[in-house]
């Protein structure tokens, strides 16, 4: 669904409530998917997920030019969302509802493009699929310089962020970010804790104790995560100790179930209140 559309259905939606009463209104593009478009915004009958997808292992990899072109659509997809977000925001100024309310706007994943020998996102954890833009606007904006804030925070705490801007609290930020990926049969997870992250990999079936594999990178010197660190400080080693023990809570928490399923009622009810699923 094109993100003009989706826009479209939230303005009017929004100009049908009262500006004295609270309200939330969820947005979401997908525009940055596949197929990607041509560059005069007409469909595309070439270089999709579809058509990469089907590689195999020890298949070539895309050419250069055709790699190159799938890049330049996807960041074309990227500027036009940012375009409709531009587009909403002054909405929310036209309509006098701009001072009173909080905007957040966050990417749900990024997309590799081979860097590390796959395609497209979900099936790994590092940088280029997981760290992803949160951007903050918020009534009293106009009291502080505009910021780029280089604490890693995880998205998981962003209703704890609107919270302590809304409740004027302190906001507790979590000294880590984790993120997961569940390829068939494995967990794939990424711990961060300031520049340091742990790439850790693992059996669904067993805890994350039990590491198959694992890779150390410092962020700060290696950002694309080219070249794992081979000898481990102590440092290094309190942040892998760290990162095995909090991803074991998470997978004493939710066991080695990550997708609802017919049976599983909670999960599907889950689902349902996220609108990821119908009745």
């Known amino acids: 669904v094109d993100g003009d559309l989706i826009l479209a259905m939230g303005e009017k939606w929004l100009s049908a409530q009262p500006q004295s009463v609270p309200n939330y209104l969820y947005l979401h593009i997908v525009d940055p998917h596949w197929p990607y478009r041509n560059v005069d915004g007409s469909a ?9 997808l089907q590689r195999r292992v020890g298949d070539p990899l895309p050419t250069a030019t055709d790699l190159a072109e799938l890049k330049s659509r996807y960041l074309n997809e990227v500027e036009y969302s940012a375009r409709k977000v531009s587009e909403f925001i002054t909405f929310l100024e ?22 590390h020998g796959g395609f497209s996102h979900g ?5 280029e699929q997981v760290n992803v833009p949160l951007i903050v606007f918020w009534p009293d ?37 984790i993120s997961e990926s569940y390829p ?22 067993v805890s994350p104790f039990d590491v198959e594999y694992l890779e150390v990178y410092n962020l700060f010197l290696d950002p ?23 991803l074991h809570q998470r997978w004493l928490t939710w066991g080695d179930s990550r997708v609802a399923n017919e049976e599983d009622s909670a999960g599907v009810s889950g689902l349902k209140e996220l609108g990821y699923s119908d009745d």
């Open 44 to 52: 595309s009958d070439k270089l999709s997920h579809v058509d990469l």
């Open 94 to 115: 036209e309509t006098g509802r701009r001072d009173s309310t909080l905007v957040v706007v966050v990417g749900d994943h990024g997309e590799e493009f081979f860097e």
């Open 123 to 127: 099936h790994d954890s590092y940088q």
């Open 141 to 177: 904006a106009n009291q502080w310089l505009p910021a780029v804030v280089e604490t890693p925070f995880s998205n998981s705490q962003i209703f704890d962020l609107m919270k302590g801007f809304y409740l004027d609290e302190p906001i507790d930020i979590s000294k880590h970010v």
């Open 184 to 205: 068939p049969n494995k967990n794939r997870a990424f711990y961060r804790q300031g520049d340091i992250a742990v790439r850790l990999e693992y059996l669904k079936d």
């Open 224 to 246: 694309s995560q080219q070249s794992p660190i081979t000898e481990l400080s102590e440092q290094h080693r309190q942040v892998i100790a760290d990162a095995r023990e909090d």
